[in-house]
Every structure is written in structure tokens, then in C-alpha cells.
């Protein structure tokens, strides 16, 4: 993040928008969420001409927890989305949103109390044709830039570190970070290997967009930070999920065997099985590829309840969850005595974030770079161990956790994934 003395919105288009996320504050606001079906919108200012598109409710009819009401204006390429959540029919949260190209581009959000009063924007910059390259934070009155963060920038140059590869698929990895971009695997020249299997480009920077492209995930890069530490000697090969079209899933399998990778890291899933289709066959061709995976953080039991990928019989994958210092599963994490095959620590591990900060994470997601590495320095150890000898090694050290009842994961519990025995 790039912070500097706050500086004027100059783009003309950003500049219409903030006036429209002002006025709808201003004049509409909160008449848009009580009646919107009667809403006489005033035939002056910013907001002449935009009437009611559309509103959906959620929640019972006459006491609608949460409102998006749609605002358009015959001829304009900005319409307006207008959210609301209510808690005892009383407004608690506002978010104001400026779309262009009817509807297809986000430009600006706004954030208001429940008075209406904003607090917070955000802006995005496009550096091209269809790629948002900067989001800018604004001042509540949304005239004016106080800190830019780059969402693609360009992979620093480098040499190949060396080392076993392991490839980490994710929401990207922030490979401006000195600790990151050292391990990067690279080609003869230089360039990184690592691809946005979501933009379709070769700069997998961290973000997570699916909830909202104002308000990024930042899960890759914490990650990937305790996988270098724990294995500082791997090429880092990271991949940026296709969230718009999981159905490519297999071309990252396939991806990471022509860059020769021995271990997958796979950190993330989701109920729907069908994401998972093409991940799946190109794991099972590819036997000697070993996978970890995270068994979630749902709170459940995934052989009941599937959570995939970790739900899939595949032969040459680990699924792993989180347990305390103690041998007891952790709380929130899933289990499953069929479907998972490892307990390890993994709460409150010190990491990197996005922003290159120290600081503490907990989860399933974090058990997989734990186990990722010790896969990785077998791999070293031992390079002409294929996915099932790694398997073995590392289920060979699980012993039986500390928690009582019935059994949790099919394997047992690592007190140390850091430890070389």
C-alpha cells in the first residue's frame, strides 16, 4: 500500500460517481430503504433522471433484514446499487456502489452508519481494457486519494532459487515482498513461473475478489509466508484460483507438473462438488503429484457433510486440519475420522500478511503450508521418493492426539510438522 499526503480524485468518471454516492447519502438516504417503490427522485443535481431499477429483499416481507435496491438512468452508463441491513427494523449498515458500463464495471463504494452519514470509499482505477490496476481509499467525502494499493503489478526480476517446487494455489501470493518474491521459481531467464489462473495473465498477486472487488481477501500471502519459513529452501510456483471458472482447476494441476512441482499446497474448498471435477481427474492422472489439502473451517464433520476437495478419494493427497499445542482439534475446524488424515498446530502461528507485517493466524488453511513443507523437505531428502513414499513418511509420524472420544482424523496428530526426525 502506497500512503502519501491525500491528493485530488482528478478522473472525471470517478468524480461524477463520488456525487452520486454523495447525493444518494444526502437526499436519499434512508427514504430509498423505506419506500423505494414511491421514491420521486428530484429532478436536479447528480441524481436527475435515475428512478428505481429494481429491489430485492431479503428476509420476511414486512421486516426485511436485508435491501438492494437498483437505480438507473435511461442513457447513462452509471447506475447505482444501494444495500441495506437492518437488525429490529433499525438501519445498522449502508453501502452505496457506482457501476459503469451499465452495470458491468465496479467504480466506487461508499460506506454509511446507519444515519447515513458515510465513513468510508473506495475507488477503482483501470489500467486497461478490463483489469482494475489500482484501488484507491478515499476520503469520506470522496474527493480525495489518501492511500493506493496495486492489485497487478508486475512480478519483480529474479534468479531461480533452486530447490524442490512446490506450487501453492490460492488467492495469489504479494510477490513484492522480499521474503516471497526470493523463492520464486523462475525460467532460464528469469521469469517467474507462477500464473492468474482468474485474469488468465502471469502476475498471480494476491486477492480474493468473489465478495467484493472494493474489499479484497488477502488469504495467499500468510500463507505462503509460513511455507517458506517452515521449508526456506523450496521454488515457490504460486497460482491464483479461477474462482469464475473453477472447470480450470485441472489446467493448474497441469500447469504445476510442466513446472515440476512434487508438492501442491491447496489451502481452500467449497461444498460444490462440481467445482472440483476437473481438479479431480487431473489429480488422479497425475499420481506422482502429492496434495494437501485443508479440511475447512466449517465447525463440522466433512465425512457427513463433504467439503471439496478434501472430500475426494484420491489417493495421493493429504487433508489436514488444525489442532491446538495440545493434540485437541481446534475450535471451528473440521474433522472427519474417514475424510481427514492429520491433526498439526496451527493456531495463532506467526506470518507474514499482504502488507508485509507480522502477525498471527489460526485455521485449517494454516495447517497445509506446516504439513506442504515437511512434504517438501522429505522431497529433498529423499528425490527419488514419488507422492506415495511422501504420503507414507509423513502419516508414519502422526501418533494418537490427546483429545478423547472418538477418533477426530484417520491418521493422528503431528506435535511438530517443523520437526526433522
Known amino acids: 500500500m502506497s500512503a502519501a499526503a491525500s491528493e485530488p480524485v482528478t478522473d472525471d468518471t470517478l468524480r461524477q460517481a463520488g456525487a452520486l454516492l454523495r447525493a444518494t447519502a444526502d437526499e436519499l438516504c434512508p427514504a430509498v430503504f423505506t419506500d423505494p417503490q414511491n421514491l420521486a427522485v428530484e ?78 470509499g473506495r475507488a477503482l482505477q483501470y489500467d486497461d481494457g478490463s483489469s482494475a ?41 504479494n510477490y513484492l515482498l522480499p ?5 520464486l521459481a523462475r525460467d532460464e531467464k528469469g521469469r517467474a513461473l507462477g500464473r492468474d489462473f482468474w485474469d488468465r495473465d502471469d502476475r498471480p498477486f494476491d486477492g480474493d475478489t468473489g465478495r467484493s472487488p472494493f474489499f479484497p481477501i488477502r488469504h495467499g500471502t500468510p500463507v505462503a509466508s509460513l511455507l517458506v519459513d517452515e521449508a526456506p529452501d523450496i521454488r515457490l510456483l504460486p497460482y491464483r484460483y479461477p474462482r469464475p471458472d473453477m472447470t480450470r482447476m485441472g489446467e493448474i494441476v497441469s500447469a504445476a507438473v510442466a513446472a515440476k512441482a512434487r508438492v501442491v499446497a491447496l489451502p481452500m474448498g467449497s461444498r460444490q462438488r462440481e467445482d472440483w471435477e476437473s481438479f479431480a481427474a487431473a489429480a488422479e492422472r497425475h499420481s506422482d503429484l502429492l496434495f494437501i489439502v485443508s479440511a475447512g473451517n466449517d465447525g463440522r464433520d466433512i465425512d457427513a457433510n463433504p467439503l471439496y476437495p478434501a472430500s475426494l478419494a484420491l489417493e495421493n493427497m493429504i487433508v489436514v486440519t488444525s489442532a491446538d499445542a495440545f493434540g485437541r482439534l481446534a475450535a471451528g475446524s473440521n474433522w472427519g475420522a474417514t475424510s481427514v488424515d492429520l491433526m498439526v498446530p496451527a493456531e495463532q502461528l506467526e506470518v507474514i500478511d499482504y502488507r508485509g507485517a507480522r502477525g498471527r493466524a489460526s485455521g485449517s488453511s494454516y ?55
Open 133 to 173: 490496476g489500482t484501488l484507491l481509499h478515499l476520503t469520506a467525502d470522496l474527493t480525495q486519494i489518501e492511500t493506493t494499493e496495486a492489485l497487478n503489478p508486475p512480478v519483480p526480476a529474479g534468479k531461480d532459487p533452486g530447490g524442490v517446487t512446490v506450487a501453492h494455489i490460492d488467492s495469489g501470493v
Open 367 to 421: 495447517a497445509v503450508p506446516r504439513v506442504a513443507a515437511m512434504a517438501a523437505r522429505l522431497s529433498a531428502a529423499h528425490p527419488d521418493w514419488q507422492a506415495a513414499e511422501l504420503k507414507q513418511a509423513i502419516l508414519a509420524r502422526a501418533v494418537a492426539p490427546l483429545q478423547r472420544g472418538a477418533a477426530k482424523v484417520a491418521a493422528g496428530w503431528i506435535p511438530n510438522p517443523a520437526e526433522d526426525n
Open 43 to 120: 429532478a436536479a443535481g447528480p441524481l436527475q433522471g435515475y428512478g428505481v431499477g429494481s429491489v430485492n429483499d431479503r428476509g420476511p416481507a414486512a421486516g426485511w433484514v436485508r435491501r438492494e435496491v437498483l437505480l438507473e438512468k435511461p442513457g447513462s452508463d452509471l447506475t447505482l446499487t444501494l444495500e441495506a441491513t437492518r437488525a429490529g427494523g433499525t438501519l445498522r449498515r449502508l453501502s452505496f456502489t457506482v457501476l459503469g458500463q451499465t452495470g458491468e464495471r465496479p467504480l466506487m463504494t461508499a460506506l454509511a452508519d446507519g444515519s447515513c452519514s458515510i465513513h468510508h
Open 179 to 183: 521474503e516471497i518474491t526470493a523463492r
